[in-house]
Antibody, heavy 123, light 110 residues
Framework: QVQLVQSGAEVKKPGASVKVSCKAS????????IHWVRQAPGQGLEWMGR????????NYAQKFQGRVTMTRDTSISTAYMELSRLRSDDTAVYYC????????????????WGQGTLVTVSS | QSALTQPASVSGSPGQSITISCTGT?????????VSWYQQHPAKAPKLMIS???KRPSGVSDRFSGSKSGNTASLTISGLQAEDEADYYC??????????FGGGTKLTVL
């Protein structure tokens, strides 16, 4: 069965960076985009960007351009999201999610989600 | 990219029907039939309920349905049940390989 398993909670100081991992199993990793979505405490979902695991090409939300880097390691079916220059308002649960694709076309909906990783930014 | 607009809250009694609206622009909802809806219970990951405006994934109750008119998409839940109480989010493709979410709607089953 399809699973996305994320790394554990992190506590970081302002100005630091955090790197969250998302290990995929149960499907061919390179056939589906991986998206990153975050949710601040008591707030809604916010799309951060996506990565094409096949070629490593990312697309980032304008808000995070210059501060976020999405990468992947196909040998271990794992995607990564690194956010730099952390601020207190980056405190959130970060989710990875798979975009459904079929026969070379992707459909912009997220059919499987990781369990979420809480990142706390505090001095 | 501005977030799609959803009502902050809706409520209904068991057995009733409710509709949650999701208003975007001609750059997202209005142009692409790529609107999806997610249900999120407290402290849980979101769950896909509707894809491509109106398609229901396997395993999702047929009490959930989606539609779109112009720049506004809608999620309708019929025969409300206590377990439907959750937050609901719409999401749309917004061009240039980006997505945008709505602000979320809290559904209360009275």
């Amino acid at each position: 069965q399809v699973q996305l398993v994320q790394s554990g909670a992190e506590v970081k100081k302002p100005g630091a960076s955090v790197k969250v991992s998302c290990k995929a199993s149960g499907y061919t990793f390179t056939d589906y985009f991986i998206h990153w979505v975050r949710q601040a405490p008591g707030q809604g979902l916010e799309w951060m960007g996506r990565i094409n695991p096949n070629n490593g090409g990312p697309n980032y939300a304008q808000k995070f351009q210059g501060r976020v880097t999405m990468t992947r390691d196909t040998s271990i079916s794992t995607a990564y999201m690194e956010l730099s220059r952390l601020r207190s308002d980056d405190t959130a649960v970060y989710y990875c999610a798979r975009e459904y694709c079929s026969r070379g076309r992707c459909y912009s909906f997220l059919d499987y989600w990781g369990q979420g990783t809480l990142v706390t930014v505090s001095s | 990219q501005s977030a799609l607009t959803q009502p902050a809250s809706v409520s209904g009694s068991p057995g009733q029907s409710i509709t949650i609206s999701c208003t975007g622009t001609s750059s997202d909802v209005g142009t692409f039939n790529l609107v999806s809806w997610y249900q999120q219970h407290p402290a849980k990951a979101p769950k896909l309920m509707i894809s491509e405006v109106s398609k229901r994934p396997s395993g999702v109750s047929d009490r959930f349905s989606g539609s779109k008119s112009g720049n506004t998409a809608s999620l309708t839940i019929s025969g409300l049940q206590a377990e439907d109480e959750a937050d609901y989010y719409c999401c749309s493709y917004a061009g240039s390989n980006t997505l945008v979410f709505g602000g979320g709607t809290k559904l209360t089953v009275l």
